[in-house]
C-alpha cells in the first residue's frame, strides 16, 4: 500500500525467541495501529500509537511490546514467541481517526 | 463501548445478482462508519466511510451502504456482483468525542463474499 511498508512480509521463528515486526510510513501520520488477524477473530487491536514516544495498550497485549522512537516508524516485538502468536500482523496509519485507517500488506508469522 | 456485529460470516451470491452484507452497530453516541474489503493475501482497503454526512454513501467498485440510525444498521450492498468482487468484507465503527476527533475503530469479525459464475 502506497505510503506504508511492513517488514519482514513472512517469518517464521521457534518458540522462546524474541521477534521484531516494522511498520515504516512516509505519509507523517500520527496515528500507527498494530493488529493481528486469525480466523474467526477477525482484526484485533495488539498496540497503538498517537505520536512519538506515545503509546498505549489494545485488547490482544499481552505478550507484545512496541516502541516509536520516530513518527515513521513504529515497531512491535514479541519478546517471547509462543505457537499462539502465529498469525497474519497488520498495520495501520491514519492522520485522523475520522478518515479511518491506510492498511499494509501484513506481515505472516509462523512460530514452530 | 461501541461494537459491530456482521451477520453472516459467509455469504454466496451469482454473478449479476444483489450483493447485501449486514452490518449492525452498537454506539452511545453517533458513530463513524467504514466499510473495508480485504483480498486473498492483501491488507484491507477502505471501500466507504460514514461521517455523518449523507446517509447514503457511495464507495469504489459499485458498492454503496446506507446509514440507519433508527436500525442501527449500515449494510452494504452492491445491485449486480462480478467475480472481482469476491473477498472478505469487514465493517467498522468509531466513536465521535465532543471535544472532536474520534475513538479508534472496531471491526466486526467479516464476512467472506464468493460470487458463482
Known amino acids: 500500500d502506497a505510503g506504508i511498508t511492513q517488514s519482514p512480509r513472512h517469518k517464521v521463528t521457534e518458540t522462546g525467541t524474541p521477534v521484531t515486526l516494522r511498520c515504516h510510513q512516509t505519509e507523517n501520520h500520527r496515528y500507527m495501529y498494530w493488529y493481528r488477524q486469525d480466523p474467526g477473530h477477525g482484526l484485533r487491536l495488539i498496540h497503538y500509537s498517537y505520536g512519538v514516544k506515545d503509546t498505549d495498550k489494545g485488547e490482544v497485549s499481552d505478550g507484545y511490546s512496541v516502541s516509536r522512537s520516530k513518527t515513521e516508524d513504529f515497531l512491535l516485538t514479541l519478546e517471547s514467541a509462543t505457537s499462539s502468536q502465529t498469525s497474519v500482523y497488520f498495520c495501520?496509519?491514519?492522520?485522523?481517526?475520522?478518515?479511518?485507517?491506510?492498511f499494509g500488506s501484513g506481515t505472516r508469522l509462523t512460530v514452530v | 463501548a461501541q461494537s459491530v456485529t456482521q451477520l453472516g460470516s459467509h455469504v454466496s451470491v451469482s454473478e449479476g445478482a444483489l450483493v447485501l452484507l449486514r452490518c449492525n452497530y452498537s454506539?452511545?453516541?453517533?458513530?463513524?462508519l467504514f466499510w473495508y474489503v480485504q483480498y486473498p493475501n492483501q491488507g484491507l482497503q477502505l471501500l466507504l466511510k460514514?461521517?455523518?454526512?449523507?446517509?447514503l454513501v457511495k464507495g469504489i467498485n459499485g458498492f454503496e451502504a446506507e446509514f440507519k440510525k433508527s436500525e442501527t444498521s449500515f449494510h452494504l450492498t452492491k445491485p449486480s456482483a462480478h467475480m472481482s468482487d469476491a473477498a472478505e468484507y469487514f465493517c467498522a465503527v468509531s466513536r465521535r468525542r465532543e471535544q472532536g476527533g474520534s475513538e479508534k475503530l472496531v471491526f466486526g469479525k467479516g464476512t467472506k463474499l464468493t460470487v458463482n459464475p
Open positions: 460514514y461521517t455523518s454526512a449523507a446517509t
Open positions: 454506539s452511545s453516541v453517533p458513530p463513524y
Open positions: 495501520a496509519i491514519s492522520p485522523d481517526r475520522v478518515y479511518g485507517y491506510t
